[in-house]
């Protein structure tokens, strides 16, 4: 099972994935809470050269509440993290964390078919990238 779905954007520079995964995402209600920059972090705290990568931290407020409300260190896989990285041959990926699988180790019925739900709006995401 992956824990993951993805897609490389051919032809499509690192910012603009970025703002794509982002109106993809606010289709599908969520909005994203932060922004974490690896590239730039390690060249801050350690003086390391990495690709281009951000986390964004998606978060779809009925569904979060939601499932605080039935688990409430739910908190701990919350917001679901996007990936943007880009590759060696200029090609960008755009990975989304299965909500199924990060959730799978919480044994709780109500958050099995809440993140069902959380897993479909993530795939069209994906889905709707281009």
């Known amino acids: ?20 995964a982002g109106a993809e995402l606010k289709k599908e209600g969520f909005g994203i809470l932060n922004e974490i920059d690896i590239k730039e972090t390690l060249k801050k705290k350690i003086d390391v050269d990495f690709k281009k990568y951000k986390i964004l931290g998606a978060c779809h ?3 979060a509440h939601k499932a605080l409300q039935s688990e409430d260190k739910i908190g701990l896989l919350l917001p679901c993290n996007v990936v943007v990285e880009e590759h060696e ?9 299965d909500p ?6 919480v044994e709780n019925k109500e958050l099995g078919s809440l993140a069902a739900e959380i897993q479909q709006k993530l795939k ?7």
């Open 1 to 20: 099972m992956s824990y993951y779905f993805n897609k490389v954007l051919i032809g499509t520079s690192f910012d603009e994935a970025i703002e794509k």
């Open 89 to 97: 041959n200029g090609d960008v990926e755009v990975s989304i964390v």
């Open 61 to 63: 407020p009925h569904f």
């Open 124 to 130: 069209n995401v994906i889905n709707g990238l281009s």
């Open 100 to 105: 199924i699988a990060s959730m799978s180790a």
